[in-house]
């Protein structure tokens, strides 16, 4: 059965998406009971004792709204330009590794839920397919991620062969040159592809509409960007070779050099520290994403909303600001936007609704938050996004206190 087969949803399907995905927290707990173990703990796991994966989601509870609804609100735009991308909603699909693990095909199922809904898609470096394949599959909007690889010629490589396909920006991740310890991983003895050891079979064997969807695929799983001809193509021997090509000893000459690489908006991901946002703007990037690679990296890091307004101090207003890490409802973009974001990224909630219903299940989660965003704009009293701003938020230090 070909991934395009795959994408189209059944009626049945359809039907049970809108009937029990209501939210990200449902599609959650619907990923929960339709992937095996190890693989549901690979997308919703963080960083050693996942402090900071809890502090992201919670950080959005520390404001609460304050509506002007006689203001009047009776359309809403949620539309949006960004680095020349013209988007009907604020929020787009980050870059995850491995999504083929969730869904067959299902890197270029994600970028044609993202183009149909009129947003964009940020492809992973580790993704299953080639960049080239996502660049076939998708709409105009797409965004390419890359790292500073010791070889710095396969950086080069990987911004030239963007070019090439068309991709409208590079996302440079800065946050994981060391790879953090994931304590839920090394427990389940998760990894890639998932092993078929007594343990797994037991685990994919109570999971049986995802093995029979995936079984066919697991064996030739691969990193389609990071094959070589005539070179390995397994999985194992691929991330083995990954996991030593990140280069610790990256610095702002890197940057520079893929900015005279890169003609195209250049956007800088794992940024928290404003003097680091600071200077990226010195050194020509385009744009920041403040994240903390989801609390997958460095545990005790700051949340992305925390460090949201200093990162918006530091650039002021010279290029936009996004925002990804502990974004659940529409509620929390309209939060972070108006907090000085200009859009925010989603890749936990995508993965699940993915995991849950292929490319319809994309195409549904994009639409939660679109129905979100609109309902919150309308209650504030907002028409568009440039009206949403901090004199719309209350912090609070705890439930019913002002900070």
Known sequence: MSASTRSSASPALSEKLRREAISVPALRAMARRTLPRPVFDFSDGGAEDEHTLRRNEAAFARYAFLPRPINGAPVRDQSVKLFGMDLSMPVMIGPTGLAGLFWPGAEKLAVRAANNAGTAYCASHGSVCTLEDIAAAGGPNRMMQVFVYRDRGFTRELAERAAAAGFK??????????????????????????????????????????????????????????????????????????????????????????????????????????????????????????????????????????????????????????????????????????????????ARPYLWALAVGGEAGVAHVLELFRDEIDRTMGLLGVTELSQLNSDLLMRLDAIGQTA
């Open 169 to 346: 920006a590079l996302v440079l991740t800065v946050d994981n040159q060391l790879h953090g310890r994931r304590d839920r991983d090394l427990r389940n003895g998760f990894t890639i592809p998932p092993r078929f050891d007594v343990s797994g079979l037991l685990a994919m064997a109570t999971k049986l509409p995802w093995l029979m969807r995936m079984g066919p695929e697991l064996p030739t799983l691969t990193f389609g960007n990071y094959r070589r001809e005539n070179g390995p193509s397994d999985i194992r021997t691929l991330a083995a070779r990954m996991h030593d090509m990140f280069d610790p000893a990256m610095n702002w000459s890197d940057v520079d050099e893929l900015r005279r690489i890169w003609k195209g908006p250049l956007i800088l991901k794992g940024v928290l520290h404003p003097q680091e946002a600071a200077e990226a703007v010195a050194h020509g990037v385009d744009g920041v994403i403040v994240s903390n690679h989801g609390g997958r990296q460095l545990d005790h890091a700051v949340s992305s909303l925390e460090a949201l307004p200093g990162i918006v101090r530091a650039v002021d207003g010279r290029i936009p600001v996004l925002l990804d890490g502990g974004i659940r409802r529409g509620g929390d973009v309209v939060k972070a936007i108006a907090l000085g974001a200009s859009a925010c990224l989603i």
